[in-house]
């Protein structure tokens, strides 16, 4: 799996955290905060959230703080979700259904501009208004489309092959939730959601607690 | 959050990861690997592999590798699902039916025994031959349900809430698909899956990646 040049990921995924916490911040009208006040909300350590800033230059004023609606900006501008981000989802099934009704994807600039099956029983029906395209036509399609961005909501089984097809249709990132390992060339960026994963991590956490 | 005692999360990761490659490779009757075939296949360095087993005592033998069905039934007790987990799932709309249906879950000894909902159009109704129980009732029935883990997958506006039944039933161990950060006792460990966290790091290394 590719990775961004000295960002860490989970430097990444914390920014992403913080997003999603000054979206409510501004939401409820507050206009500074502290990294102390970060860490109280977020559960992230303050020094963790300074250092994390520090890859992308000088944020906050010493004695001040953040200003709420100015770090929103800077770390939307970071994860280049200021601007609106195209994203296909391939799969609509339960899960695939449930990801283009996922509310908050707008709010960060996801747009949804493509859902695809292989089913006839599904291709042509409307999901959320969104009419599903048979996924044979995604090369065609994505040519205006644009989309770099796909979401394989697809069974095990067929996972692979419409990772190739995305990736041949000019998908650059696929964000995987079938239980299998993608292969892909250097220059797609994979991750996988995998519930078995999270339940078992889970399942050895809470074994672990019960004996302290 | 709570974290198990010395072995790193990011180690628990990985053995799911193996462990769900083994229940693959049984399935094709191979007996034995190497840890450089488990890099080739799950991506994950062969040192780690080697490392992350080590928390756990001797594991392989040198020059011949590693027994598949002994490793995978070793790995399956470290995460406690070489028994049967059961499961509940808070939460029957797109998502909740997903992770419902999911396949594998099975394979890996989660068993959903519990769906519950507030919404009375659901309430009695089935999913996947699952009657789903009125939310009020959730402590009661976990009386009996005796699951520690819990899917969180109701909007992020009820989902404290929710989480708050939960651990007063008895959970101790909450997946949480709601994009907010949930306030728990130190006594529960909270894994959150946030599509929109993940689609802002893809979103931020494909861009970074086209300039390569």
Redesign the interface.
Known sequence: ?????K?P?PT??R???Y???LIDLEASNIETISSTEVEK???INAAQFRKDLSYFGEFGKPGVGYNVVELQARIAR????DRE?P?IVLGC???G???I?????GE?H?NIVGIFDSNAKKIGQKIFNREVHDIQYLKDLNRSLQA??AIIAV??TAAQAVADSAVAAGV????NFA?I?LKVSD?V?V?N??????????????????KR
Chains 1, 2 share one sequence.
Do not use: C, H, K, W
């Open positions: 799996m590719n990775t961004a040049p960002v990921i990444l995924e920014l992403a955290t997003l999603r916490y909300q977020t559960g970071i994860l280049r979700i981000q994203v099934g339960n899960l259904s449930a990801l009704g996922y509310p908050g994807l960060q996801f770099r961005i069974p095990a650059r990132a696929l964000l239980p390992i220059s960026v991750r959601v995998s519930f078995l994963q999270e339940l078992a991590v889970l399942s050895f956490q809470q074994a672990v607690d019960q």
